[in-house]
């Protein structure tokens, strides 16, 4: 806060500009007087944009006197080092004289730190320039305390799945062994740890949304594939079922491919590219895994797990379709599914 001589001077110059504005905005400051929504007006053609109005509710919100807050920059309730990037878009906000939402964390004169949303809007003359910049505020501690506590809780349950998921490995690999051989305990134990590693992926997301490119690149990295597989596509945004879902099909096709197919030998390679398909009832994902330069490939004489999981359950999972080929140059595996709404598309390099 300035020392008391300043704060005078200011307060003289705000009560002037005040009484100023107050004959060309008239009715909207007399609306501003009585709304219940926390507002202030700033002096744009001023140094630092001081406060030059604020309302009641204002007032009431942050527990200073008018006369305390008159003259003060516009930031100076603002936790400083706490909220860097709002300070940056605030500042930008003034200087370019465009609006703004964001969220930041005010102090109140007794101490407590609350939440509010800032809504910055300049004030133009009959010339286009910004004389006023005007701020609304919505207090949003509850909702800013309710998303910490699931979080809270959110993290919690990451936490235990991860832990179920270690217990189901262990004890899978204690009832496992001696009733059949090391190579099929391997084999569920990597399939448990795929699930586990996007389970990660998800819960570092809200378990909302994750990239389809974050998810091949984990499953290739978790069997230790770095090296003559390309991927080529924009990233596309996957709800848990479908990043799930793909994950076992991609940790599938990789194992085949290690096993028997282009990954087996020093110079075969994979191919995965995915694209965009406009459709009469929506946009579609189409993705390609295409294998070359490995041995000639032999159809399987009976379904294992990966075939049964790619050909059986995986087009009902994505709502989509699925093609699983065993040519002679290579395995290929087309999957078309539904692109989920409100995703956004954009570049990967």
């Known amino acids: ?35 219940r929504m926390p507002m202030v007006f700033c002096n744009a053609r001023a140094p630092d944009n001081p406060i030059v109005f604020v309302n009641q509710a204002f007032l009431n919100l942050t527990g200073y006197d008018e006369q305390e807050v008159l003259g003060q920059k516009f930031d100076f309730l603002i936790l400083q080092g706490t909220d860097p990037e709002a300070l940056t878009e605030i500042r930008t906000a003034f200087e370019g004289g465009r609006d703004l939402e964001t969220p930041v964390r005010f102090r109140r004169k007794d101490g407590h730190a609350i939440w509010v949303s800032v809504f910055i809007s300049p004030v133009r003359d009959e010339a286009g320039a910004v004389v006023q910049h005007f701020a609304s505020f919505v207090d949003v501690t509850w909702h800013k305390r309710e998303e910490e506590r699931l979080r809270f809780l959110l993290d919690e349950l990451n936490h235990r799945t991860q832990n179920t998921l270690a217990t189901v490995l262990a004890i899978a690999g204690q009832t496992l062994r001696g009733m059949t051989d090391e190579r099929t305990i391997e084999a569920f134990e990597e399939r448990i740890l795929a699930l586990s590693k996007t389970h990660g992926l998800l819960g570092s997301e809200n378990w909302d949304r994750v990239g389809l490119r974050e998810v091949l690149d984990q499953t290739l990295a978790t069997l230790g594939i770095e090296t003559r597989i390309s991927i080529e596509g924009n990233d596309v945004s996957l709800r848990p079922k479908e990043a799930l879902s793909l994950t076992m099909a991609f940790h599938e096709l990789a194992t085949n491919a290690m096993t028997y197919g282009a990954l087996s030998t020093s110079v075969g390679t994979v191919d995965v590219s995915w694209r965009l398909e406009p459709m009469p009832n929506g946009d579609r994902v189409r993705l390609h895994w295409s294998e070359s330069g490995g041995p000639p490939v032999i159809p399987p004489s009976f379904r294992g797990f990966g075939r049964r999981l790619i050909k059986g359950g995986l087009a009902q999972d994505l709502n989509g379709e699925v093609r699983l080929a065993f040519e002679a140059t290579g395995v290929t595996c087309e999957i078309a599914m539904p692109n989920p709404k409100g995703d956004r598309w954009t570049s990967h390099d």
């Not at 300035?2 to 107050?22: L, M, T």
């Open 1 to 35: 806060m300035p020392d008391q001589a300043d704060k005078s001077g200011e307060q003289k110059i705000a009560g002037s500009d005040v009484e100023g504005f107050r004959e060309t905005l008239g009715p909207f400051v007399v609306a501003a007087e009585t709304t």
